[in-house]
């Protein structure tokens, strides 16, 4: 016995006894043999074991194509003569899918030509049974369908296509049929596998042109499209791009390429027109040129050319008459000519005037001569001056001179320097009379005013450049007894101003007194002022000793000599009479008092704590005043909150919450409906630190893997382990195989959750 416990601890001798038991799984697997029967190419299996719908499906997939596909009644017989009778029938892969019976395999609805349903069927227990059967050799009914609930076992029948990948050529469709498949090739090829492509005739490239075409050998097989262009000069008339169709005629005829036309041009008024025509009258490549009558002149291009993209290199030129060259008024000036209309032609006169700040710096009256030649350059506006600036002693200018150096326009700013200011206007601009807006400023020193020392006070000053001038400094001190109220150090500023307010003495005052709880007090200054040197006496009442100094003086710096004294004495009778309510404990909670003068008596104190789990809401500790009442507010201790658990569809959750909803020693149980595996603990807990013991489990469909199995059933597998260990492995590899062949469901959520239970729902599965 001390031999199997070691062993089921030694994790390499575990991984060697899961491998011992798969591989004598996969050989008990091979006693489940195939049975086929061959028709040629297209042959036909069927198990010996009968799985459920889904099962099969997967059998066949893994081992062949898919459960059988029926097109016609030809192949029901067929499959009726050729596979053994079972007593349960076969599934063939055929199920409603959206309300339509639809063969699985090749996606293809239910033909009337295969449609084979027994009488009364399908769907005679109105209950939606999705999957099919076939009778085979049945006595009553051989070959017929019938419509079953998925889950029931029966054996599966499957097939190996005909069909493969490179079938048909990939060029058509592959139809199976027993013993053999046909082509039904797309359109645009032909031959027994489709492998031959539909040409079309040759085509020739344009004149004037080309054609690309991306296929080989010359050969214009269905599919190829050719693109044609033109040269320039040429638009190509019909279609650009061309392909060859299935009918083996082109989708339009070969285009051509026709030269391009230019629009017709004319001789202009008081011209002529000479053109040249390589190609064509008015088309791509001819060029004209054209000339004026004497007394007139081109307006335009002289000469045109016709290009590629239809249109002249320029607009028609004009002919017209000779006329002197726009003028243009000067800037901030003004034009008038006569006659106002028309071209300036012969004895056309402009007069010039300038805007106010400017003065005319040429002629004021021009000409227009017979030659079409001005009697006169245009004149130009020039900007009035102003005398120059300099700048201020002691002081600075700064200008902007958008129309020259100190003409009209220009603005000039004086500043001056540190300690002296600014007398006269800042700013000046030279207006359009020539002079400036203002006589140029001047830089005086700045002055502060006279300062005074404070009442109860005294006053320093330095004053290196004169009295209450800039850089001027003046400090302040008081009297004994008082205290500065502002600036102690004034300085005086480049604008003549002192950098704050005069400061002022105020006398000191020590901070109010009270008397002492039990006593009284009485000061020498009766207004209660307590300035420097105010004094003030303290006292007790009978019985009552005085704690502290009974005489104090308000100093210099405003404070007592000593602190408030109070007073103290021994336990009356009345402060032994003091009795605070009793305390309870809190629930979930913790309370030690330490007592005083008796239970819950002047001063005791009471501290509170919470048990594991708990947290405590309030004042940790209490203590009793002389009033007889507590200090602080009664505690409380609430329980630890954990995360807000949400089950997941299609689980199902039961919480018991002693505490309030998923609190510490709140426990939930999941579930999973049937045919479904829980993934995970089935019941975790609310712990004192506020965490889950456990993850939320979920649902899930179908068989465990090995590491899902060894989670879940935890010390079942080390029994398992165990037990295998002690040479008890065939035995129960022996009885799991006797209950599958029984018919046990390996899906069944009810099966044993011990030894058994590994093996039915992990690694032992039976499905392909």
Known sequence: MASCLKAIWNRRFHRVVLRTAQLLWFSALIFDSVKQREVAAWTYHYSTKAYSWNYSRVFCQKHYTDLVAIQNKKEIAHLNDVIPY?????????????????????????????????????????????????YIKSASAPGKWNDEPCAKRKRALCYTASCQDMSCSKQGECIETIGNYTCSCFPGFYGPECEYAVQCPPLKTPERGSMTCPHSAEAFLYGTSCRFSCEEGFALVGSEVVQCAASGVWTAAAPVCEVVQCPLLEAPGKGTMDCVHPLSAFAYGSSCKFECEPGYQVRGWASLRCAGSGQWTAPSPACEAIACRPLESPVHGSMDC??????????????FRCAEGFKLEGADLVQCTELGQWTAPAPVCQALQCQ?????????VNCSHPLGAFRYGSTCRFTCNEGSHLVGASVLQCLGSGNWSSPPPECHASMCTALRSPRNGTMTCV????????????????????????????????????????????????PELFAPEQGSLACSDTRKELGVGSACHFSC??????????????????????????????????????????????????????HHLGNFGLNTTCYFGC????????????????????????????????????????????????????????????????????????????????????????????????????????????????LVTCGTLLALLRKRLRQKDDGESPLNPQSHLGTYGVFTNAAFDPSP
């Open 388 to 396: 120059d600036l300099p700048a201020p002693n002691k002081g600075q």
């Open 86 to 134: 079972y007593s349960s029938y076969y599934w063939i892969g055929i199920r409603k899918i959206g309300d339509r019976w639809t063969w699985v395999g090749t996606k293809q609805p239910l033909t009337d030509e295969a449609e084979n349903w027994a009488e009364h069927e399908p769907n005679n227990k109105k209950n939606n049974q999705d999957c099919v059967e076939i």
């Open 611 to 722: 048990k594991a789990g708990f947290t405590l809401m309030g004042d940790h500790a209490r203590r009793c005043r002389p009033s007889g009442q507590w200090t602080g507010g009664t505690p409380a201790c609430r329980a630890v909150k954990c995360s807000e658990l949400r089950v997941i569809e299609p689980g199902a959750m039961n919480c018991s919450n002693p505490w309030g909803f998923f609190s510490y020693g709140s426990t939930c149980t999941f579930y999973c409906p049937e045919g479904q595996l829980l993934n995970g603990s089935a019941k975790i807990a609310c712990q004192e630190n506020g965490q889950w013991s456990d993850p939320m489990p979920a649902c899930q469909e179908g068989p465990l893997t090995i590491q899902q199995a060894l989670t879940y059933f935890g010390g079942a597998v080390a029994s398992t382990i165990g």
């Open 338 to 351: 006569s006659p106002s209309s028309g071209a300036l032609q012969d004895n056309t006169s402009c007069s």
């Open 541 to 594: 009442n009978k019985g009552l000793k005085l704690e502290g100094s009974s005489n104090v003086e308000c100093t210099a710096s405003g404070k007592w000599t000593a602190p408030p004294p109070t007073c103290e004495g021994t336990v009356t009778a009345r402060t032994s009479e003091v009795q605070c309510p009793a305390l309870i404990t809190p629930e979930q909670g913790t309370m030690s008092c330490r």
């Open 463 to 510: 004053q290196p450049l004169g009295d209450s001038s800039y850089r001027a400094t003046c400090r302040f001190a008081c009297d004994e007894g008082f205290s500065l109220s502002g600036p102690q150090v004034l300085d005086c500023t480049p604008s003549g101003h002192w950098t704050g307010s005069a400061p002022t003495c105020e006398a000191i005052k020590c």
